[in-house]
């Protein structure tokens, strides 16, 4: 039973524009969101997160925003360079009860051309 | 180095051998955690260290998949008598507290092949 969803397996946006990627959840007990970064053959690489009491984190040209009662969150990535184009995972932990265990969605392939 | 290492990087057996797959995370990290990331997928927990106590192997999908860290440091995930389908990129993370405040850093994964 997938717990973080990504909906879309792929996005293609032109260099300068916005990319914006999304994530659901359905565990209502995770409490803190992640986005990771991976390039092929690498291993992902951490992003930027957020914590539940918070509904936006900024960090340069990347942010991430939360809407719990919906159980969304989404990565902004503005402007968006060729160097973006990755895969994007979603993961979320429950702090209180998995010792840290990342749930992670099945990524979105991002394709940021000039 | 300052990352997490892994080897080998890629790994390829017949069905039925067993396999051991190392993890060096980065140094003075106390939590350790394995993933299993089949095709398409994202990664999956496996099982979850903190120093040389290995507090969840819930995720572990069979018996035949074990996993130590004796002194506390570098990890091993030994597979026995290999299955196809435990091909996939297995990753290994570190991080400095038990893993829920702070991110966990990956290393770069070893892609097992099974034949």
């Known amino acids: 039973d997938q717990q973080v969803k990504q909906n879309s397996p792929s996005l293609s946006v032109q260099e300068g524009r916005i990319s914006i990627l999304n994530c659901d959840y359905t565990?209502?007990?995770?409490?803190?969101f992640l986005w990771y970064k991976k390039y092929p053959a690498e291993g992902p690489t951490f992003l930027i997160s957020?914590?539940?009491?918070?509904d936006k984190n900024e960090d340069g040209r990347f942010t991430v925003f939360l809407n719990k009662s919906a159980k969304h969150l989404s990565l902004h990535i503005v402007p968006s360079q060729p160097g973006d184009s990755a895969v994007y995972f979603c993961a979320a932990i429950n702090r209180g009860s998995t010792l840290g265990r990342l749930y992670f969605g099945r990524g979105t392939q991002l394709t940021v051309w000039p | 180095g300052a990352g997490v290492s892994q080897s080998p990087r890629y790994k390829v057996a017949k069905r039925g051998q067993d396999v051991a797959l190392r993890c060096d995370p980065i140094?003075?990290?106390?939590?350790l955690f394995w993933y299993q990331q089949a095709l398409g997928q994202g990664p999956e927990f496996l099982t979850y260290f903190q120093n040389e106590a290995q507090l969840d192997k819930s995720g572990l999908p069979s018996d035949r998949f074990f996993a130590e860290r004796p002194e506390g440091s570098v990890s091993t995930l030994k597979i026995q008598r290999t299955q196809q389908e435990d091909s996939a990129v297995y990753l290994c993370a570190s991080s400095t507290l038990q893993g829920g405040y702070q991110p966990q850093h990956f290393g770069d994964g070893t892609r097992l092949s099974i034949l």
């Open positions: 957020i914590s539940s009491i918070k």
């Open positions: 565990n209502s007990m995770f409490d803190y």
């Open positions: 140094s003075g990290h106390v939590s």
